[in-house]
């Protein structure tokens, strides 16, 4: 099946830091990319939806200027949580889709601020 | 709004005892419902798409089917690794974004 990494794995950081997470596509162009969010024992609640050259689109409740999303490319998609508090903490993942395919994920970041 | 509700939250299984997951669903217009695995602290992993009613695709011990309104994921003969939290989402045929059940959290023991 298609590989999407995602890195970094884990962070732990201080209260008021930003952090990047990266989201490669590697073996397959993505027209489009989403951001989740996962709390413990919840499913996957979507964020925003990247597009490649194009401003992310948010979901309702998300604030787009505490989770900045940059799609530069086909293949690579970050998402920046600016000034992170300890209620920022969670599982984030990532996927990477093209039409008429399944979207495929990449294994999380979880994040934990202190 | 789509809706996909899955049952039960979380069952436990004797490994070889065979059972079924449900995900029951509203959509306006489906384009698919997908299935998929996620292991703790991992991301979900694809196993199957259907697209119409009356549609099967099968993969190792799991089965899955679809009517208008579920689907349901058959596992047969389950052995412990197939312990893991089963997602089950739709896609309609207006949009491209995925809406996810809470999933069912299976474990099998030996």
């Known amino acids: 099946g298609a590989v999407v990494s995602q890195h970094p794995s884990r962070v732990i950081c201080k209260s008021g830091t930003s952090v990047k997470i990266e989201c490669r596509s590697l073996?397959?162009?993505?027209?489009?990319m989403f951001w989740y969010r996962q709390f413990p024992k919840q499913s996957l609640m979507l964020m925003a939806t990247?597009?490649?050259?194009?401003?992310?689109?948010?979901e309702q409740g998300v604030e787009k200027d505490k989770f900045l999303i940059n799609h530069a490319s086909l293949t690579l998609s970050t998402l920046t949580v600016t000034s992170a508090h300890p209620e920022d903490s969670s599982f984030y993942i990532c996927?990477?889709?093209?039409?008429?395919?399944?979207?495929?994920f990449g294994d999380g970041t979880r994040l934990s601020i202190l | 709004e789509d809706q996909v509700t899955q049952s039960p939250e979380a069952l436990r299984l004797q490994e070889g005892e065979s059972s079924s997951l449900n995900c029951s669903y509203t959509?306006?217009?489906?384009?698919?419902l997908f299935w998929y695995r996620q292991d703790p602290g991992k991301g979900p992993e694809f196993l199957f798409t259907?697209?119409?009613a009356g549609e099967e695709k099968e993969k190792e011990r799991l089965k899955a089917t679809l009517t208008k309104k579920e689907s349901f994921l058959h596992i047969t003969a389950p052995k412990p690794e197939d312990s893991a939290t089963y997602l089950c989402?739709?896609?309609?045929?207006?949009?491209?974004?995925?809406?996810f059940g809470a999933g069912t959290t299976v474990t099998v023991r030996a």
């Open positions: 996927s990477a889709y093209r039409r008429n395919q399944p979207q495929h």
């Open positions: 990247s597009n490649e050259g194009s401003k992310a689109t948010y």
């Open positions: 073996d397959f162009q993505a027209t489009t």
């Open positions: 989402a739709v896609q309609a045929s207006d949009d491209y974004k995925l809406s």
């Open positions: 259907l697209y119409s």
């Open positions: 959509v306006s217009g489906l384009r698919g």
